[in-house]
C-alpha cells in the first residue's frame, strides 16, 4: 500500500484560503466513490493559526504506479481544477507501508 500525502498553501486572506479549502476538501472526498483505485482519501483543513499550510489530503492506494492512475484520473484532474488559480504552493510525499 502507498499513503499519498499532500498539503497545500493557497493564495489570498484568511477567509478566502478557508473558502477554497472547503470546497477543494468537498470535491476530494467525493473522489473514493469514483476512482476505483482509491482506497480512502482523509483531508484537514489547518486550524492552528501558527502555521501556514492549509489543507492536507492522505490518499491510500495500492501500489505506487495507482498514485498515477489517480492523479491522471478525469475526477481527480476536476477537483485539482477547483484550486488551480489559487494554488501558492504544494509539498507531496509518497511512501510504501
Do not use: Q
Amino acid at each position: 500500500m502507498v499513503k499519498h500525502i499532500v498539503s497545500f498553501k493557497f493564495k489570498g486572506d484568511e477567509a478566502v484560503r478557508r473558502d477554497h479549502a472547503l470546497r477543494f476538501k468537498e470535491a476530494l472526498l467525493a473522489l473514493p466513490a469514483v476512482i476505483p483505485c482509491l482506497e480512502s482519501m482523509e483531508v484537514g483543513i489547518n486550524e492552528n493559526p501558527a502555521e501556514t499550510w492549509d489543507l492536507v489530503l492522505t490518499a491510500i492506494v495500492p501500489t505506487m504506479a495507482y498514485v498515477d492512475v489517480y492523479a491522471k484520473h478525469p475526477a481527480h484532474v476536476a477537483a485539482a481544477s477547483i484550486i488551480g488559480p489559487v494554488k501558492d504552493s504544494r509539498a507531496c510525499v509518497d511512501y510504501e507501508f
